[in-house]
């Protein structure tokens, strides 16, 4: 895959993606974005692709925003479209990505950042990181999802202060605030968070896609996510990864999952 602003790598099945602007901190231009969303396409097909990381380049950000300098003249409808292609194309995309998605965050998330790090499944900080959503200091509201997935992250309070304020958090505060679930030193942090990814990879890819569904049911409106449950708990039946699981611990052995 060839890309300006990103890098990708595949790790034996840890696929991981890092934003590659570090001169703007990483900020999400269109291209990025548009780049973002061809790398998790291609992750999505690909089955050499089981968990992705997703991380930002150097030692100080983890994505600083959406690019400031790209949406500085906007009108009305420009600035509607910015968050409802970037929602679509990158945002719920991820949310609702079939494979594990995990944001390693490396430093400054803000903005479009914090956002992108809270459409992942989880997240993992290092203890550098800050956190914020500075949007109404640039007198505009969060467009990606922040002030939805904040408050399901925090609690309604805590997110309303955060993007009143429009403050940053640090790491430890990010983990009080069950934002992140865990934080670990910056050297250690894609490690750390490649163990997860390993833990993960040894249970069934197929059950894990089906959880996800029935997880982001919750919060979907509308949506009965007990029954989603149900209905995916029942599919989880017709799986082979369903008769490996099982034979394989009524026989006392490992189970190796066809992913099917
Ligand atoms: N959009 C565009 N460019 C950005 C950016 C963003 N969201 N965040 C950082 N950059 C650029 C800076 O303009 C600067 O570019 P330059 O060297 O060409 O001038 C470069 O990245 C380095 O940033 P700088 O501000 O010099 O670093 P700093 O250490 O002094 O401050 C931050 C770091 C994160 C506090 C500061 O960059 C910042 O507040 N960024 C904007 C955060 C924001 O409001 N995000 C929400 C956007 S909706």
């Known amino acids: 895959m060839e890309f300006e602003s990103i890098l990708t790598e595949n790790n034996h099945g840890i696929f991981r993606i890092i934003i590659n602007r570090p001169k703007k901190l990483n900020a999400l231009n269109r291209n990025t974005i548009e780049e973002l969303h061809r790398a998790f396409t291609e ?6 692709v089981k968990v992705i990381i997703l991380t930002g380049m150097g030692e100080k950000a983890f994505v600083a925003g959406a690019d ?17 292609e970037g929602q679509k194309k990158l945002f719920d995309f991820v949310a609702n990505f079939p494979k594990p998605v995990i ?4 430093g400054f998330a803000l903005g479009g950042g914090l ?5 992942a499944h989880f997240r993992v900080a290092s203890d550098n990181a800050k956190m914020g959503l500075p949007e109404t ?11 939805q997935r904040l408050p399901q992250l925090v609690g309604k309070g805590r997110a309303m202060e955060m ?10 505060q990010a983990l009080q605030y069950n934002l992140v679930n865990h934080v670990c030193e910056p050297e250690e942090l894609i490690e750390f968070t490649e163990k997860i990814a390993g833990k993960i990879m040894k249970n069934s890819l197929v059950a894990i896609s089906a959880a996800i569904r029935a997880i982001n049911a919750n919060f979907e409106d509308g949506i009965n996510g007990f029954q989603v449950e149900i209905n995916e708990f029942g599919s989880s039946f017709g799986t082979e990864d369903f008769k490996e699981g099982t034979s394989a611990f009524l026989s006392k052995r490992k189970a190796n999952f066809p992913g099917k």
Do not use: Q
């Open 103 to 106: 944001a390693a965050i490396n």
């Open 137 to 147: 200091s640039l007198g505009l509201i969060p467009g990606y999802g922040g002030t």
């Open 163 to 172: 993007i009143m304020t429009a403050g940053m958090i640090d790491a430890n």
């Open 115 to 119: 956002e992108l790090a809270m459409a």
């Open 68 to 84: 400031i300098s790209e949406f500085a003249d906007f009108s009305l409808e420009e600035g509607r479209k910015l968050a409802a």
């Open 43 to 48: 992750a999505k097909e690909s089955n050499e």
